[in-house]
């Protein structure tokens, strides 16, 4: 199951710049990650300053 960025998300940039695939884009108030190309591979979540990237 691929990530999602939760609410927590203070749309600092960290996991797009931390994404080795490229699946995380600015959004509206908030990163997304596309669960198209995300490998759950879970880089995201180890560079987010308030851990808002996770697995539902």
């Not at 994404?19 to 959004?27: F, L, R, T």
Request: aromatic letters at 4%; glycine letters at 16%.
């Amino acid at each position: 199951m691929a990530y999602v960025i939760s609410d927590e998300c203070i749309s600092c940039g960290a996991c797009a710049g931390g994404c080795p695939v490229g699946a995380i884009s600015e959004g509206d108030g908030k990163y997304v990650i596309d669960p198209e190309t995300c490998t759950e591979c879970g880089a995201c979540a180890e560079v987010c300053p308030v851990g808002a990237p996770g697995q539902e």
